[in-house]
């Protein structure tokens, strides 16, 4: 009994939440997603930099012009989810960090003047909030799936700033029939934690 959250939530967000390999056609709402973006803008990053950036691709031009950025195998599911939204990272998120991070404004020419630290640092801390955005979306009743396979130059030119760099792709709905391979196992405590 250590941990604090009900069990059904528990369940919701990490237990029975499953990656998404097909969904039902219930539309997925803008409201949904100002909802799980509203609450998963809290996670943390380094110096609260955010640089997570989110575009939903909601044009049937649009989503065609994805599915031929992706991988042959996350074709069928990327023309077929309900939604789909593009994750990137924004390499110039040091804009911004005056208004985030108003205790230090320094840091933006103190720590991020410099474009390849800012390229790694919108890595990291953009995969963080991706990971937070799929609890999110598990938090909302609906299901992620995200990706990778796809074609990371050609999806970067044809939907993103110059400045972002692309992360995953996530097809978001609600779980369809056969929607999941069977559960894979996970590595064990004892062979991921070691204490010194
Ligand atoms: C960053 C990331 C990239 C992934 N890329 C793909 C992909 O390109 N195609 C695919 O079918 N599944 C992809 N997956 C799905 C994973 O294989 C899946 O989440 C993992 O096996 C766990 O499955 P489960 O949540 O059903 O237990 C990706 C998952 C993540 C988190």
Do not use: C
């Not at 110039?92 to 840091?107: I, K, S, T």
Request: charged share 25%; no cysteine; aromatic share 8%.
């Amino acid at each position: 009994m250590s941990l604090v959250l009900d069990p059904a939530a528990q369940d919701l967000l990490f237990r029975e939440a499953r990656t998404a390999n097909t969904f039902t056609d219930e539309p997925v709402t803008d409201e949904q997603v100002q909802a799980i973006y509203d609450l998963v803008k809290y996670g943390p990053t380094a110096f609260n930099q955010t640089p997570l950036r989110i575009t939903l691709v909601r044009s049937p031009e649009a989503r065609e012009r994805l599915v031929a950025h992706m991988a042959e195998g996350n074709r069928p599911k990327t023309a077929s989810a309900p939604l789909v939204a593009i994750l990137s990272a924004d390499n110039e998120f040091h804009e911004e960090l005056p208004h985030l991070f108003p205790a230090m404004p320094q840091v933006k020419d103190l720590f991020f003047a410099e474009r390849p630290v800012r390229e790694n640092a919108a890595a990291l801390n953009a995969a963080l909030q991706a990971a937070y955005f799929i609890v999110g979306v598990r938090a909302a009743g609906l299901a992620a799936g995200p990706m990778t396979g796809f074609d990371f130059e050609g999806v970067r030119k044809e939907f993103l700033d110059a400045d972002h760099t692309p992360l995953m792709v996530v097809n978001i709905g609600r779980l369809g029939p056969d929607a999941w391979y069977p559960r894979a196992p996970r590595l064990e405590f004892d062979q991921v934690v070691k204490t010194v």
